[in-house]
């Protein structure tokens, strides 16, 4: 996954990603931050507003200090809305396995199939190999949903918003934003399949600095 130093850009777990800054994946930097929720100032655990039968989703929590704002994340379709409950999911599975140095997280390994959370670690590694975490906060927004026409799998995109959130080393202490004159627009793209329980996990994500338009 393409996240920066900060450029706090998720989505890059395939090759293209938007990490300028210091350590993500990439071009080593630690650009791209995945996950708050609007609204809740104090850590956050949530559960996808349609569970699919069968299939507890784990309990994600992360600490105040970094926030994912989830903007217009709705959609009247449910099967829609269900895509977009397990990416936000996926994408709060991300920041919290770095703030917490747990590559290996159960929140982590059920939002992505093999090969997905092959590529998130990889992700997750830029950060913790430089002892940094995130904080700040990352607006997520215009989220879109493409279904595929046999039903199992769907492309989530979306666009984060890096200005206000930074990277910082738990050694040294020092925080990080994105250089001067970094767009902190990132635009994702996030391939997706149905499994057995219904959930929609991430098999690849795909991440373009400056692909967002407002």
Same mark, same amino acid.
């Not at 409950?85 to 396995?97: I, T, V």
């Not at 140095?101 to 929140?107: G, Q």
């Given at each position: 996954?393409?996240? %920066?130093?900060?450029? @706090?850009?998720?989505?890059?777990? #395939? ?17 791209? @931050? ?8 104090? $850590?956050?655990?949530?559960? $996808? ?9 784990? /309990? ?10 989830f ?8 099967? /829609?809305?269900?895509?977009l ?13 770095i @703030? ?10 059920f ?10 670690q990889?992700? @997750?590694?830029?950060? #913790? ?6 904080? =700040? ?5 215009? $989220?879109?949903?493409?279904? =595929? ?7 989530l ?5 890096e ?17 001067? =004159?970094t767009? $902190? ?12 329980? =219904? ?14 338009? %407002?």
């Open positions: 996954m393409a996240r %920066r130093a900060f450029t @706090i850009t998720a989505a890059a777990l #395939t090759a293209t990603t938007a990490l300028l800054l210091t350590g993500c994946g990439g071009d080593e930097s630690p650009d791209d @931050i995945k996950g708050a929720e609007s609204g809740s100032p104090s $850590p956050s655990a949530s559960a $996808p507003a349609t569970a699919a039968p069968g299939a507890k989703r784990p /309990e994600i929590t992360l600490p105040r200090s970094f926030r994912l704002a903007q217009d994340w709705k959609s009247d379709k449910s099967e /829609e809305q269900a895509v409950n397990d990416g936000k999911e996926e994408l709060r599975s991300g920041y919290a396995a @703030i917490d140095n747990d590559l290996d997280s159960e929140a982590l390994v939002y992505h199939t093999t090969s997905g959370l092959s590529q998130a990889q992700w @997750i590694k830029t950060y #913790t190999d430089k002892n940094l975490t995130v904080i =700040g906060d990352l607006p997520v927004y215009d $989220p879109e949903v493409v279904l =595929g026409s046999g039903g199992g799998n769907a492309v995109n979306y666009c984060t918003d200005s206000k959130a930074s990277t910082n080393n738990l050694k040294t202490g020092e925080v990080q934003g994105n250089p001067p =004159g767009d $902190p627009e990132v635009f994702y793209s996030v391939s997706m399949t149905k499994n057995e329980q =219904g959930v929609w996990q991430t098999v690849s994500v795909r991440s373009e600095r400056g692909g967002c338009q %407002r």
